[in-house]
């Protein structure tokens, strides 16, 4: 009933922001019959809740004898369990079970400085369907189009490939990498083919933001535009560390990692952990999509 009315009022083209409501909370793990309860001008649509679902303010959760769901708060960065039999009311502050509390899981529910920054203010974090990460990245192109890293993408050490595609009837092509704050040349590399596989001993800096253009070699003027890009912080380095998780850890451990690598800015490192969570469960769809 619920999705014939979505159908029909998108038809008619009516408001849907008027009544939609924003989600505050993603499913991690999900053990047992848990149902998730939306209600809509009177009516209810009721489905079981699923790993990645995203749950929002006024969600009821229904979960039977035995059944256990780890949460994560959006706006906290806070992973909460909760088990059955019991129901949860999902309020803007958190998920509110009639009885008993619900419980914080582990050193990874918040509290330090990366998640701490990640949590504040309501519009902190943007999760359309659970996908955190969603930046702003520039779409700036020039004669030449840059691949990667990305324009804006943070990385996690100094040792990074920059690819680029290839320009017609040009084989080589010069990587030119700047000091974003002082203009000083870090790099000034001719390079046959479309990438370069930088090393340690470039030297670039923890914290350090560098921009980095190429230009064509082969007699041809054209040239890329310069996209930037910053190496993170030796404190997010290692509060990184802390939180990546061991071999064989829960789903939520691993999914509250590629979310806090994808929200910092480090793409190149959440895809990958993105990629080891497809290969572990590709029917999961938020997963698949990640991964490609």
């Known amino acids: 009933m619920f999705w014939r009315l979505f159908s029909l009022l998108l038809g008619l083209g009516l408001p849907l922001a008027a009544w939609s409501a924003e989600r505050v909370g993603v499913a991690l793990d999900v053990t047992g019959s848990v149902q998730l309860v939306s209600e809509l001008n009177g009516f ?14 006024g969600n009821r959760l229904k979960l039977a004898e035995g059944a256990e769901v780890v949460l994560m708060h959006l706006g906290s960065f806070k992973r909460y369990v909760l088990r059955g039999p019991n129901e949860v009311m999902v309020k803007e502050e958190g998920f509110v079970p009639k009885r008993g509390k619900a419980e914080l899981q582990g050193a990874a529910s918040g509290g330090t400085t990366v998640l701490a920054a990640l949590g504040k203010g309501r519009k902190a974090v943007n999760m359309p369907e659970v996908a955190i990460g969603v930046r702003d990245v520039s779409k700036k192109v020039g004669d030449i189009v840059l691949h990667s890293p990305q324009d804006k993408e943070r990385l996690l050490g100094a040792e990074a490939t920059f690819r680029w595609y290839a320009l017609a ?43 980095w253009q190429v230009t064509a070699e082969d007699g041809q003027s054209a040239l890329s535009e310069p996209w930037r890009f910053e190496l993170i912080s030796a404190a997010d380095q290692a509060e990184l560390q802390r939180l990546q998780p061991a071999a064989g850890a829960a789903i939520s451990e691993q999914v509250l990692y590629a979310m806090v690598l994808e929200k910092m800015g480090v793409l190149a490192a959440a895809k990958r952990q993105w990629r080891l969570l497809h290969e572990q469960d590709p029917a999961d769809a938020l997963f698949a999509r990640k991964a490609q």
């Open 44 to 57: 209810e649509d009721e489905s079981p809740l699923q790993r990645t679902n995203g749950v929002a303010v």
């Open 169 to 211: 009837g040009n084989g080589k092509y010069r990587l030119l990498i700047k000091e974003m704050d002082s203009g000083k040349s870090v790099l000034d590399q001719v390079v046959e083919g479309e990438s370069f596989a930088l090393s340690e001993a470039v030297g670039l800096q923890a914290g350090g933001r560098y921009s």
